[in-house]
Each structure stands twice: as C-alpha cells, then as structure tokens.
C-alpha cells in the first residue's frame, strides 16, 4: 500500500513536471476546452444528467451518429446495486446552421443489478470537469471530436476512467482522471481502470 503510493504521487509529480515544462501541451488543452463544452458529446451527456434528476450517476456510454446521440447513465441505488436510465439525444441547430446544444428524451430505467462503487459518487461538476479535460487532450493530441464514436466513462473508487473510441482508423483511448491539487485532471492511460459496469 505504501509502495503504491509512493509510486501514485510519483506519477503524479512526473505529469505535472511533463506539463509544466511544455506549456503549449497545457495551453492548447485549455483552449480546446470551450469548443470541447460546446460539442454535441459534452452538451448530451451535460443534458442528460441534468434530466435525469439523479446525483448518483457514475458513469455513462454515450453513442454518437450525425446530429444524435444515445446516453445510458448508470447510477448507483446503494453500496453494491445500480440501475441505467437511457436518453436519445440530439442536437438544437438555429436558423443559421449553428449548433445550440443538445435536448435529451428519457427513454426509461433498466433494471437493478449488483455492482460495488466503493466510494461516495463524484459530483457531477467533479466528472464533468474530467471529461473536459479528457477530450481536450484528445482533441489537441490524438485526433479531432468529431472522429469520436463513442464515449465511456465509469468512476472507480475515488477515480474516473474515460474511454474514448474515435479516429482513423478508429481505436480505443484510456484516459485516468484524478483530483490533482483543487481540481480534476486527466491523462492517458495504457489499459482502463478497473470495475467497469455492465451494461
């Protein structure tokens, strides 16, 4: 437990040394991040969880295709239970063309079944700001939003892990997003994070 860590906050220290001695990394994930809030992923999944009325959701896949997207929330009931809760969602376009934002429909709850959190539900600011930072990286380093297919996201302990599918050709990212000072930060990762709900 210890070596762990030790070995966490060396990581940790490595990133924000690996940050800091390339700021144009650092400066253009922060200017991708109002186009990133402005996209049609970020913008259904904001919706959805705000439609949901639950404060208990944890993780999500959201499924992209032209204008639309369908975002299953999963939510935590107690300790060692869930449910999802499924929305279809698609984008608000003006008269001009310009995208709006997203307007999301419950499409209904599933049914219970077990799984264990192992710590409270992060706040949705807490998992939005994650996701924020996650595509910004994705957008800048990897490949442009509008290559992405799908989206997961799923907190494990007091973590959050984004898996993002996209590109060409189209392959799966890990990113692990954690509190990193006063807010939450992301970076990639090699394999994803453990205790990935079933759908």
């Known amino acids: 437990m210890i070596f762990s860590r030790s070995l966490s906050t060396t990581t940790a220290l490595l990133g924000l040394l690996f ?8 400066s253009a994930s922060a200017s991708t991040a109002p ?67 997203s307007h999301c429909h419950d499409e209904g709850m599933g049914r219970p079944s077990a799984h264990q959190l192992g710590a409270p539900v992060l706040k949705q600011e807490s998992i939005l700001a994650s996701l924020t930072s996650a595509l ?5 380093r990897i490949a442009k939003l509008e290559t992405i297919s799908q989206l997961k996201f799923w907190q494990h302990g007091d973590e959050l892990t984004v898996k993002l599918t996209g590109g060409t050709p189209e392959v799966e990212n890990f990113f692990m997003c954690h509190m990193h000072g006063s807010s939450f930060d992301c970076h990639r990762s090699r394999r994803a994070g453990p205790n990935e709900p079933k759908e």
């Open 35 to 101: 186009a990133v809030q402005n996209s049609l992923l970020y913008r259904s999944i904001e919706s959805a969880m705000g439609e949901s009325g639950s404060l208990l959701n944890f993780a999500a896949r959201v499924t992209l295709e032209k204008d639309e997207a369908e975002v299953l929330l999963f939510q935590a009931i107690t300790a060692t239970e869930m449910n999802t809760q499924a929305f279809h969602c698609h984008a608000e376009v003006s008269s001009t063309g310009e995208f709006e934002g």
């Open 19 to 26: 940050i800091s001695a390339t700021p144009e990394i650092a």
């Open 136 to 140: 910004s990286v994705y957008d800048a």
